[in-house]
């Protein structure tokens, strides 16, 4: 299932140094995991994310939150491997396997299948939307992914494109946009087009706009609030 959108966004050129970017985003993991966290309503507030991530354990959460503090890890390692080892191929072969494999890392034990399409219906709070169904998954991800990379003038667009089109048709039974976001993040590091990292403060807006976009499939708004709120250029 696609969406519109029809104002361009270009990539930075000279392009930022990839090694930099990673060394970067190393730095800033804690911050990286909480937002990513928070937006999934996860309790853990920054400073005991921090302290999780430095090896200390933290008293007074459920386990399953503290679990997925590190699924998000992890799946941030996986990605830093991906960059290291040059297996950022952007074609539906390649991205179909690190769709998965992000999926699996992150959704692990949250969802009822992980690392695989959903065999069954889902749905999104707060809107009417349907999502595809479970038999088109297959079908749109091999027809539709061409299309996004085709139409798509800068890896930047490219990027914010994949993690709505991910969003928008929910292949997983959970951890759609943890999923999406991290390929995303793949393309912009791997690219030299900075980090896409959605703050916590801006969460309410965020789930405004993601509710707009799935009850209209137009995407002028949400992108603009990627690109200029979203998008971490140093």
Known sequence: MLFSRNKSYGDIVPALDTKKLIFLVKKLLPDVVFNMASLEGN???????????DGITIG???????????????????LFDLIYKNDTYI??????????KFNEIVAKDEALISGAFRN????IGGTDFIPPKAEELES????????L????????ELAFEIFLW???????YDGNKRTSRL??????????????NIKAKNRLQFNILMVEFYNTREANNIFEFLYSNCLERY
């Open 120 to 123: 069954g219906q889902v749905r």
């Open 183 to 196: 390929v995303s993040n793949m393309i912009l590091i791997s690219n030299g087009q900075g980090i896409f």
């Open 166 to 172: 991910g969003a928008l048709n929910q292949f997983y």
């Open 60 to 78: 007074g959460h459920k386990v399953s939150d503290e679990q997925q503090i590190f699924n998000i890890r992890n799946a941030w390692n996986y």
């Open 149 to 156: 990379i085709e139409r798509c003038k800068s890896k930047t």
């Open 140 to 147: 749109i991800f091999k027809n539709e992914l061409p299309q």
């Open 91 to 100: 074609d539906v072969s390649s991205l179909y396997t690190i769709f998965n």
């Open 43 to 53: 309790p853990f507030t920054y400073p005991e994310v921090e302290t999780l991530l």
